[in-house]
């Protein structure tokens, strides 16, 4: 399992939104897709930042206004992206050591990066349980 592809393991598509959204139609896109996180994208559909629950929830806890605020005061920009063909035991290895729940599959298009789909812990350990 942990020589599979990025591209074997992940799922398809990615659910994104703009970096001018506001914070409540991220958190409208991740309930009705019953997601944690959202790939934050620039006009042209490239590479900006994620946004999680989390941020949703500090953003509430901050401002009472936050339903208004943009995802990109609260996104994370420093994203961190692995190449369809990377295997997932690098994934695993940055999951761990980054403390973090997911990456972003990119593919590089000049200087900018794609996003092609997200893979998340919850997907690893789908196939180690499928692995039986």
């Given at each position: 399992?942990?020589?599979?592809?990025?591209?074997?393991?992940?799922?398809?598509?990615?659910?994104?939104?703009?970096?001018?959204?506001?914070?409540?139609?991220?958190?409208?896109?991740?309930?009705?897709?019953?997601?944690?996180?959202?790939?934050?994208?620039d006009p042209d559909g490239f590479l900006a930042g994620v946004i999680t629950r989390t941020d949703l929830v500090r953003a509430c806890y901050e401002r009472d206004d936050w339903q208004?605020?943009?995802?990109?005061?609260?996104?994370?920009?420093?994203?961190?992206?692995?190449?369809?063909?990377?295997?997932?035991?690098?994934?695993?290895?940055?999951?761990?050591?980054?403390?973090?729940?997911?990456?972003?599959?990119?593919?590089?298009?000049?200087?900018?990066?794609?996003?092609?789909?997200?893979?998340?812990?919850?997907?690893?350990?789908?196939?180690?349980?499928?692995?039986?």
């Amino acid at each position: 399992m942990k020589n599979m592809t990025v591209l074997e393991a992940k799922r398809f598509g990615v659910t994104t939104c703009k970096a001018t959204a506001t914070l409540m139609n991220a958190a409208c896109i991740m309930q009705e897709h019953n997601i944690s996180a959202l790939v934050v994208v620039d006009p042209d559909g490239f590479l900006a930042g994620v946004i999680t629950r989390t941020d949703l929830v500090r953003a509430c806890y901050e401002r009472d206004d936050w339903q208004h605020q943009h995802v990109q005061a609260y996104m994370n920009a420093d994203v961190v992206t692995v190449r369809l063909h990377d295997r997932l035991e690098k994934v695993m290895a940055l999951l761990i050591e980054r403390h973090i729940h997911r990456v972003v599959a990119v593919e590089p298009v000049g200087d900018r990066l794609k996003p092609m789909g997200v893979l998340s812990a919850t997907d690893i350990v789908y196939h180690m349980a499928s692995c039986h």
